[in-house]
């Protein structure tokens, strides 16, 4: 494999400036490529927007030393010998593929595509896409895959607040056009972050990988959600039942049930399991679970405003004269990014049965959260919770595990609503000694 210095990444969001950023670390340059004219301005003026742990950092080094450049221009892939798609590939209302970024990265790279070039799919898709879509888009311009030029399929598999880890430390998986291009994209990956490399005997073998990943997530998410209503039902700690449950080994592994919460969010396991089940539906092939998976856990929300509406409503408050402060907007905890939080849900449900709500949460952009949830966050946690009925924990920023609450100005047996801080139960005691009420997921 001849020595390549220079990588073309195209998209610069979460996955792309990530994996530009552990490039760079490795010793390559990069070129990014992005439509969006601001976010390149931006990191052209050395502004890095991502808040993923060591990015902005790393990105800005990059930057500064001409080793990260981002343009509009997609002329630029042609210096690259590899060239990596990293866009946005969302769900429609019906359920498929929003392949509008992904067709227009396609068709403008086929105008620059140049012989002996490797071409690396990041973005998830569909099985079927990569050789039914983006390949005929590349060979518009001229060149054949295979023949011109390379094409391969990598899954991303990241998750938020450990990606730059993921990259150096996880499997990556490639799957080819052919078995030249599952060779050269496999030695890439080798040279590149110097980890472990799976190969797949098709594009479809390496696309299917990633939603049955989170399409295992998700449903495992879903039982550790029923699961910890049903113990509800019982007056049972969810979480010494999963401890317990998950202590007997089962195959080559464990058993392994995930924690419950207020729901699912972010941008993958919200549309991947909705793409496995729409592609086997326009297949013929009725399939279950990625369904119920996603109807439990989409459900989540609604169970969790209705334990405080229920918490408020035995202690003979009107909703409609009750407070509620959320702590952590976010969709999960330690990160701001704010797509497809399960907290929207959560206080629109609230607000409908009349609760007033305040909300805190430092990581996010106030304006995207005012927009997106519903409620714009205070700047300090005391406004936030001065006077609730009921302090919330939807994410469990590291800023928000040292919290005082002994010294917090709330109402007198205020609620605390565990959604995601699974605290133990010593802390549970020193909460209710301090005059506070303790609800759970399943707890």
């Known amino acids: 494999m001849p020595d390549r210095q220079t990588i073309a990444v195209i ?151 450990t990606a730059l880890t993921d990259l150096r430390t996880l499997p990556i998986v490639v799957g080819g056009l052919d078995e030249r291009s599952t060779t050269e994209a496999m030695a890439f990956w080798q040279k590149a972050l110097n980890v472990q490399v799976i190969p797949q005997d098709s594009l479809e073998s390496a696309e299917i990988v990633k939603l049955a990943d989170n399409w295992w997530i998700d449903l495992n998410i879903a039982l550790a959600n029923e699961l910890a209503q049903f113990c509800s039902l019982f007056e049972v700690d969810v979480l010494d039942v999963i401890s317990a449950a998950n202590s007997i080994t089962k195959g080559k592994g464990s058993v392994n049930i995930l924690l419950p919460s207020v729901g699912v969010g972010g941008s993958c396991l919200t549309k991947d399991p ?63 990014d704010l797509r497809a939080t399960p907290v929207r849900d959560v206080v629109a449900e609230l607000a409908a049965a009349g609760v007033a709500v305040r909300s805190h949460d430092p990581l996010v952009d106030p304006d995207q959260a005012e927009r997106l949830v519903g409620t714009r966050p205070t700047e300090s946690l005391e406004d936030a919770v001065r006077d609730a009925d009921c302090v919330a924990v939807l994410a469990l920023h590291e800023r928000f595990r040292d919290i005082d609450f002994g010294a917090l100005p709330v109402a007198a047996s205020c609620l605390l609503l565990d959604g995601r801080a699974y605290y133990p139960k010593e802390k549970i005691a020193m909460l209710r000694e301090l005059g506070y009420r303790y609800r759970g997921i399943g707890r």
Request: glycine share 12%; hydrophobic share 45%.
């Open 11 to 161: 998209g610069l969001g979460y996955v792309g400036l990530c994996v530009a950023t552990a490039l760079t670390d490795a010793g390559f340059d990069i070129i990014g490529v992005d439509t969006d004219p601001n976010l390149v301005a931006d990191l052209g003026a050395g502004i890095v927007r991502s808040q993923e742990p060591g990015v902005a950092g790393a990105a800005q080094r990059a930057l500064e030393e001409g080793r990260l450049r981002a343009t509009t221009d997609y002329a630029a892939v042609a210096e690259a010998p590899v060239v990596l798609i990293a866009v946005g590939t969302p769900i429609t209302d019906e359920l498929t593929l929003a392949e509008h970024q992904l067709r227009g990265a396609c068709t403008e790279l086929a105008r620059h595509l140049r012989k002996g070039q490797l071409v690396i799919c990041k973005s998830t898709v569909p099985p079927g896409t990569t050789r039914g879509l983006v390949l005929p888009l590349l060979e518009a311009g001229g060149l054949a895959g295979g023949r011109d030029f390379l094409l391969a399929f990598c899954p991303e598999r990241l998750a938020e607040g």
């Open 274 to 336: 909705w793409m496995v089940w729409q592609t086997a539906a326009s297949r013929g092939l009725e399939i279950h679970t990625p369904e119920v998976g996603r109807r439990a856990n989409a459900g989540m929300p609604a169970y969790t405003a209705r334990l405080i509406l229920d918490d408020l409503r035995e202690r003979g408050k009107d909703p409609a004269d009750s407070t509620v402060a959320i702590l952590g907007v976010a969709f999960k905890n330690n990160t701001g």
